[in-house]
């Protein structure tokens, strides 16, 4: 299946991340819109619809995009909400955009994590509300070291090799303006010194809380050539859901993502990812997601996480450069996480990620997930090709 019409990412703008913004989030979208604006030389009258990505738990109030609506501009606009992840936003406004009724389409994503929220409280609410929330033994970090555990038991990855896609991932943050977590000297046995949470789970393998927010336009082929003279085409996407409860699924293969990979792949015409993908962006709340994500994804051989960190053959300037921009370990501010892997993913298809930037990439794909362990996954593949 091929898309109804070309679509391009044709411009996007990300807040310097904090743990405790200095203005309301109000402010903090205000003044991105009006940068991000002047940075294109348009104003609100030329985008179609806007779709705004926030989240009613994390705001503590039922129609969270509500007080946001006026200060982005989009008061007697077409104007829609996602409750999801940023990528699934994008999912949403591209398909607005292939519906041909809309030609442009501005995704506003924010999260205040560090300053107006627990992350771990918002996470339990994703969890079966009678056999796992209640009883208080499964929740995000618990999961989470399952899966990892699963992982290292299955293909043998060692704490070490764990412990060194951390360090990884957070000397390519120290790189990236935007990221909250800048850790240029980290090391796998710092991150084996930090706080430990469920084992084999450290504070350094996940995520610090994190107010931001990011903002992209959408166009369609025939509006595109107007703000940028360098596209990001979607070539192709997918999007799968597994099961609600955490106990029927497969936590190291992760079919959901596969399927949503695969189908990303099919309508991109890519059929060997491992070789035609040039970079990627995977929404990895914590590192031991990366090698099982990147695996699901076809990006590297099942079980091959210890040889691909080994061998440095995700690294900046390596085979398959992942998260170049340090990923979720450097900034995470929730439903707008997937919303940056698209953003950082287009940067590096422009040549734009600065100090980050992996030689050469032509193709790249971004992953989105909502729920525990990946349970809903979204992909796009992106070209600078048609």
């Not at 609100?44 to 200060?71: A, C, H």
């Not at 994190?210 to 996407?237: F, H, N, Y």
Request: overall charge negative.
């Amino acid at each position: 299946m091929t898309m109804s019409r070309n679509v391009a990412i044709v411009g996007w703008k990300q807040t310097k991340h904090t743990a405790c913004s200095e203005v309301c989030r109000e402010r903090m979208l205000y003044e991105l819109i009006k940068e991000f604006y002047a940075d294109l030389g348009i104003t609100k009258d030329e985008v179609d619809t806007m779709v705004l990505n926030s989240n009613d738990f994390q705001d503590g109030r039922t129609i969270s995009e509500v007080y946001p609506v006026s200060w982005v501009g989009a008061f007697n606009k077409d104007q829609t909400k996602v409750d999801a992840d940023g990528s699934d936003a994008v999912l949403y406004a591209l398909m607005r955009i292939l519906s041909g009724n809309y030609d442009t389409a501005l995704i506003i994503s924010y999260a205040m994590g560090g300053s107006e929220f627990r992350n771990q409280a918002i996470m339990n609410y994703t969890l079966d509300p009678i056999y796992e929330r209640q009883r208080g033994i499964i929740n995000e970090l618990s999961a989470s070291a399952l899966q990892a555990n699963a992982y290292m038991l299955a293909h043998g990855l060692t704490e070490n090799q764990l412990a060194a896609y951390a360090a990884k991932n957070l000397k390519n943050a120290a790189k990236n303006p935007f990221a909250l977590r800048q850790m240029a000297d980290a090391t796998p046995e710092a991150v084996l010194e930090s706080k430990p949470y469920y084992s084999p789970l450290h504070e350094l393998h996940g995520y610090p809380a994190t107010d931001g927010a990011c903002v992209m336009l959408l166009a369609s082929e025939e509006k595109a050539g107007q703000w940028t003279d360098k596209p990001v085409w979607i070539r192709g996407t997918g999007s799968c859901q597994d099961t609600y409860y955490f106990g029927d699924r497969d936590l190291v293969k992760v079919d959901a993502l596969r399927k949503a990979a695969q189908s990303a792949y099919a309508m991109a015409g890519v059929s060997n990812p491992a070789e035609e993908i040039d970079a990627a962006e995977i929404h990895s709340s914590f590192v031991s997601q990366e090698p099982i994500f990147a695996e699901a994804m076809g990006l590297f051989p099942e079980g091959s996480g210890g040889k691909v960190i080994d061998e440095g053959l995700s690294l900046i300037g390596g085979k398959l450069c992942v998260n170049a921009s340090g990923g979720p370990q450097g900034a995470n501010p929730f439903t707008t996480t997937g919303l940056i892997r698209v953003a950082e993913a287009a940067a590096q298809l422009t040549g734009k990620a600065g100090d980050m930037q992996h030689p050469d990439s032509k193709k790249a794909v971004a992953h989105g997930q909502t729920g525990i362990c990946g349970q809903h996954n979204t992909v796009f593949v992106l070209s600078t090709e048609l």
